[in-house]
Nanobody, 128 residues
Framework: QVQLTESGGGLVQAGGSLRLSCAAS????????VGWFRQAPGKERDFVAA????????YYAGSVKGRFTISKDNAKNTVYLQMILLKPEDTAVYYC?????????????????????WGQGTQVTVSS
């Protein structure tokens, strides 16, 4: 069992930056793949970015590619989502999710059902 805690959300103006953190506790994070999802009010939870267990493969939604960067520090049991050039449409609750990766997830990383563990979310609000 792994527990995930997101942090780093807040209010920022359009064009600004934030770095979200997803800290894992309970066991080593080194074999876990991690995804970030977001959910705006009244909308479905959407895929944002994902990273495989060793950090060598990363995946992004088209809407954030070039602006968001996901990274993984296994020594710190933490995954980061660096967000730059933020837009009002990036406003949402951001969730991190993890799964113990036993095989490639290059076909399934964008599906919420792929992940076994979820954090409680952190609010990101981008003002125009």
């Amino acid at each position: 069992q792994v527990q995930l805690t997101e942090s780093g959300g807040g209010l920022v103006q359009a064009g600004g930056s934030l770095r979200l953190s997803c800290a894992a506790s309970g066991r080593s994070f080194s074999r876990y793949a991690v995804g970030w999802f977001r959910q705006a009010p009244g909308k479905e939870r959407d895929f944002v970015a994902a990273i495989n267990w060793n950090g060598l493969s990363t995946y992004y939604a088209g809407s954030v590619k070039g602006r968001f960067t996901i990274s993984k520090d296994n020594a710190k049991n933490t995954v980061y989502l660096q967000m730059i050039l933020l837009k009002p449409e990036d406003t949402a609750v951001y969730y991190c999710a993890a799964l113990l990766q036993r095989s490639s997830f290059s076909d399934t990383y964008a599906r919420a059902g792929t992940y076994d563990y979820w954090g409680q979310g952190t609010q990101v609000t981008v003002s125009s």
